[in-house]
């Protein structure tokens, strides 16, 4: 069991990198050369670096008065602007940032006692029931709003670690459906950002990036927020993910890269009907697709309407970023790109080949350092070995380009079966999970789940159910409808309900499980 009680919680002494407290150097050196420069912006807010570095500062000596060294904090916040700066001021203290995404109440509080967080940081309305010490969002603001000379970065001694240890906790989506502890190192981000923030979308001072996902997905959480620091560009944070706001605030921010996923830029090319959002839109340098397989037909709407490419990436959260991708003038509809330079990829288990079709294995730098065993347990073990298994299935093209084809099951993964899970926005789904819910409504006697493809190849769910005899299915398609509404996550709630009389079933009497093309992770 790998613990947090690194140097950093018992003692400093000088690291062996120059990289080894990930943002820190850049914070301090961009104190010296752009102090006055934007860092955060969001709303009518403009955070400087000199703000920011003086935030963190503050933040990270008052958790470090509050909670013993090595501690594991909850960091949750609906406001991206709070998450940011509780994660950095965490991140410079001497305890563990669990960077969470906010969405549901209950499983904050199950992440929490498993995996024995002592405090936590963020809004009171997530976090102030959970029986552990709170920093509020109100404590959060002050950091940064409370001017003089008080919270000055040179009177703040950083503690000193090593390149591999851990610096922070993100989660992702197990074959159980529960959240897995992902365990970055302080090296993983850094090297991240010199092959696919610098390499790929070559990023610079001039840049300001906007996600359409939250800081707790490690794909926003490089790319739209810690590789602009890096970069010395700036992070467009709005207050809120509804698309209206982020159109709002990329166009009066004058973004330059958009991070996104299919399911946002499909509905931003309908919805971009007003002209200043159509002129902001059209003023990005590059826009990122990942999370799932970037449907054809979006891309050519999008060149279409915008008249620029999407550039498609594929990464996961063990990796922390995208290690297949292509630069922009090399984007083409259904295509992956090539390997990232930086990491090294494997087809099956031997080196990619022109037409190969296989498992895809990845190794870098950027790797997580540690994993919890399953969603269930709260065991932190070291990653064994340098290949991170993706679960992913991908087919080699002649000029050496990359193409998705599906999620590949560990169970049979050199058999070829596809794993029942899927993506929706960006989200794994669990047909389980949800045909359990579903059974939960009065006269559902059965009921499937399965992914559904719109005609332009965007993922989706659908579900057919079964009632028992004599009941009025109006009524009973309300009642499922209502209970969809309220009792299930947000992303799975697009579903499409069909009342059917029996479900299919093979020669053996087995549930066959309709199949689109698979989601991908």
């Known amino acids: 069991m790998i613990r947090d009680s690194h140097p950093r919680a018992q003692g400093r002494r000088k690291p062996p990198s120059s990289h080894a407290h990930l943002l820190w150097a850049t914070v301090l050196s961009a104190l010296e050369e752009d102090a006055d420069a934007p860092a955060l912006l969001g709303g009518e807010r403009t955070r400087t670096y000199a703000d920011l570095a003086r935030a963190s500062a503050r933040g990270a000596r008052e958790i470090d008065a509050r909670v013993a060294p090595g501690s594991r904090l909850l960091v949750a916040a609906y406001d991206q602007q709070t998450a940011a700066l509780a994660f950095l001021a965490a991140l410079g203290s001497r305890s563990i940032p669990l960077l969470v995404d906010p969405l549901s109440a209950a499983g904050l509080e199950r992440i929490a006692r498993r995996f024995r967080v002592a405090g936590a940081l963020g809004e009171r309305r997530l976090l102030g029931s959970l029986g552990i010490p709170l920093v509020d969002e109100n404590r959060i603001r002050s950091w940064i709003e409370t001017k003089g000379g008080e919270g000055s970065l040179e009177r703040f001694e950083l503690p000193a670690v090593r390149a591999d240890e851990p610096a922070f906790w993100t989660f992702t989506s197990g074959t159980t459906g529960e959240p897995r502890a992902v365990v ?122 915008f008249g620029q490419p999407i550039v498609d990436n594929l990464g ?42 296989g498992a895809l294995a990845v190794r870098g730098e950027s790797r997580a350092v540690a994993m919890s065993v399953d969603g269930e347990s709260e065991r932190i073990e070291p990653v064994d070995g340098e290949w991170c298994e993706t679960g992913d299935e991908v087919a080699v ?44 409504v009065e006269g559902v006697r059965e009921c499937l789940v399965f992914p559904e493809e719109s005609p332009d190849g965007l993922s989706g769910i659908a579900a057919h159910v079964v009632l028992d005899e004599g009941l009025d299915p109006v009524s009973a398609s309300r009642r499922l409808a209502a209970h969809v509404r309220t009792r299930l996550d947000r992303h799975l709630r697009a579903l499409r309900l069909e009342i059917v009389a029996a479900l299919p079933r093979s020669a053996r009497g087995k549930l066959t499980r309709p199949r689109s093309a698979a989601a991908r992770g």
């Open 184 to 305: 970055h190192g302080h090296r993983g981000p850094v090297a991240a950002f010199e092959a696919f923030g610098r390499g790929i979308v070559r990023l610079g001072r001039g840049d300001r990036t906007i996600a359409t996902a939250g800081l707790p997905f490690v794909y926003a959480l490089g790319n739209a927020f810690l590789f602009p620091l890096l970069a010395r560009g700036a992070a467009i944070l709005p207050s809120d993910l509804l698309l209206p706001s982020v159109l709002g605030a990329l166009q009066q921010h004058a973004a330059t890269v958009l991070v996104s996923g299919p399911w946002s830029l499909e509905a931003m090319v309908r919805l971009a009907d007003r002209d200043r959002w159509r002129d902001g839109l059209r003023a990005l340098r590059i826009v990122l697709s990942a999370g799932e397989a970037l449907p054809p037909a979006v891309f050519l709407r999008w060149r279409d309407t």
């Open 397 to 440: 093209e002649a000029d050496g380009r990359f193409r998705f084809l599906g999620r590949v099951d560990d169970r049979f993964r050199f058999l070829g079966r596809v794993d029942d899970r899927f993506k929706v926005r960006g989200q794994f789904v669990h047909p389980l999970e949800i045909e359990r819910s579903l059974l939960e």
């Open 316 to 357: 996961c959260t063990e990796m922390f970023n995208s290690f297949l991708a292509a630069p922009a003038e090399e984007a083409r509809p259904g295509s992956l790109g090539r390997v990232v330079p930086g990491f090294d990829v494997r087809v099956g288990v031997v080196a990619p080949r022109p037409h190969a079709r």
